[in-house]
């Protein structure tokens, strides 16, 4: 009897493996969508538009971008969950997935409820920018200034618990001052308010930044990244600036809902690695910030252990913001 189960359930396991195989090589045979958890024009919205254009030569379907916005990426993402999945429903998430954990009450674990397929881009950094009539040429010049006269100084932001929010957050805490935060309908109507004089400065996206500098509008004092940009080596880092670990960017990837086949996931990561490593889709992305993570080391896995440590990094940050952790009941 224990040896006729054993043979039935590796007769099963073997009719599910060749299942699962021939699912992966006829797959796809429709259409496949994009969601996107956010408006249209957004920061995973364009990326995932150029990855869309340029998976679809490859696949050999068309990809549909469908923007899903609401509850801070929320509502988007369990369309993507509570979809069949085949394949057909995809994620394009973002940095938000990370942050919601530690601000909201999430109804889902970001990592352990999708099929992580891989990341597309990484970046684009907030940066520091004030108006171009003031005085200050440095992060140095503002800081000191904000601690002389309390309360003076005002950013603009792109609301609560946003990267640009948390950095203002940061630096009053780092920095021991008092700047105040003005919300605005995102990056873009922030970086207006600059321009126009109804704050000092912004922490603002570097798409909303550069073209404004580069006009003489603004000033940028400092990039929120590890390191330098590539496309932008002039400006200083905060971290030279003397706040080590400042460090706010983002990232856009791509997941499918759980218990997709894996036959399915291999095609997605190959075709998405295959697009992210040609040269169009890299010099798309120059312009918005962002740079390409390596394609022959773009697994689920690490795209996984990535996550992970954001997951991590946004804690301490939210912590250093003064709130409380969240309880996630799921």
Do not use: C
């Not at 408006?39 to 990809?63: K, N, W």
């Not at 990341?119 to 002389?148: E, F, H, Q, R, T």
């Not at 700047?179 to 704050?199: F, H, L, N």
């Amino acid at each position: 009897m224990k040896a006729s189960r054993f043979v039935l359930a590796a007769v099963g396991l073997v009719t599910l493996s060749l299942t699962l195989e021939a699912r992966g090589q006829s797959y796809p045979t429709r259409p496949i969508t994009f969601v996107v958890p956010f408006a249209a024009g957004g920061l995973s919205d364009v990326p995932g538009r150029i990855l869309a254009a340029e998976m679809q030569t490859r696949i050999g379907q068309s990809i549909v971008v469908e923007n899903r916005p609401g509850a801070s990426g929320v509502t988007g993402a369990q369309s993507v969950l509570r979809a069949e999945p085949d394949g057909y429903t995809l994620l394009v998430n973002a940095l938000a997935d990370v942050q919601n954990l530690h601000y909201l009450s999430v109804p889902y674990d970001p990592i352990k409820d999708f099929a992580l397929i891989g990341m597309v881009a990484d970046g684009p950094p907030v940066v520091l920018i004030v108006n171009a009539n003031l005085p200050y040429k440095s992060v140095a010049d503002i800081v000191a200034d904000a601690k002389a006269n309390p309360n003076k100084i005002s950013f603009g932001t792109s609301g609560p618990a946003t990267s640009p929010a948390i950095a203002v957050t940061q630096l009053n805490a780092l920095a021991k001052t008092s700047i105040a935060q003005v919300p605005y309908r995102g990056s873009g109507p922030a970086a207006a308010a600059v321009v126009t004089g109804e704050v000092q400065g912004a922490f603002v996206f570097y798409s909303n930044a550069r073209p404004l500098h580069e006009g003489g509008k603004v000033r940028a004092l400092a990039v929120a990244s590890a390191k330098r940009m590539a496309s932008w080596p002039d400006i200083p880092t905060m971290s030279e600036a003397g706040f080590p670990g400042f460090d706010h960017s983002g990232f856009v990837g791509l997941a499918a809902p759980g218990k997709t086949p894996a036959p399915v996931l291999a095609l997605l990561n190959k075709h998405l690695n295959e697009a992210i490593g040609s040269p169009t889709f890299r010099q798309r992305l120059d312009p918005l910030g962002m740079t390409v993570p390596n394609p022959g080391a773009n697994t689920p896995e690490s795209f996984a252990a990535f996550m992970r440590r954001e997951i991590a990094r946004q804690a301490e940050l939210a912590k250093l913001s003064g709130h409380a952790p969240v309880d996630q009941k799921r």
